[in-house]
């Protein structure tokens, strides 16, 4: 099972970006995929973004909220995930996550599907 460490949260003004990095301690292999999630305080843990890939394919999920804002993009070479973050707005205050796992595709946006999950990042916009 992969081990994941989550980096990059801070604290930023509203309309700023942010690019969050969650590196591997193991491989990612061609099948799995990685997702971020956040938890406000109060709330329930939710699907941010995810990414996967098998063969020459690519793939890329948003939740509603995000798209248009942020990207998820990986660097095999450095066996990391990043998500950028531009235009945040304070409603995005919570902490980050980055999970793993061999999950299909219909079922990504699920924190059930993953079975390797980083501490957490803290990641607050002011208005």
């Known amino acids: 099972q992969v081990q994941l460490t989550e980096s990059g949260g801070a604290l930023v003004q509203a309309g700023g970006s942010l690019r969050l990095s969650c590196a591997a301690s193991?491989?990612?292999?061609?099948?799995?995929?990685i997702s971020w999630f956040h938890q406000a305080p109060g709330k329930e843990r939710e699907f941010v973004a995810a990414?996967?890939?098998?063969?020459?394919?690519?793939?890329?999920y948003y939740a509603d909220s995000v798209k248009g804002r942020f990207t998820i993009s990986r660097d095999n070479a450095k066996n990391t995930v990043y998500l950028q973050m531009n235009s945040l707005k304070p409603e995005d205050t919570a902490v980050y996550y980055c999970?793993?796992?061999?999950?299909?595709?219909?079922?990504?946006?699920?924190?059930?599907?993953?079975?390797?999950w980083g501490q957490g990042t803290q990641v607050t916009v002011s208005s």
């Open positions: 999970a793993a796992g061999f999950v299909y595709v219909s079922n990504y946006r699920y924190a059930s599907s993953y079975d390797a």
């Open positions: 193991g491989r990612l292999a061609s099948g799995n995929t």
């Open positions: 990414i996967g890939w098998s063969g020459t394919n690519t793939y890329t």
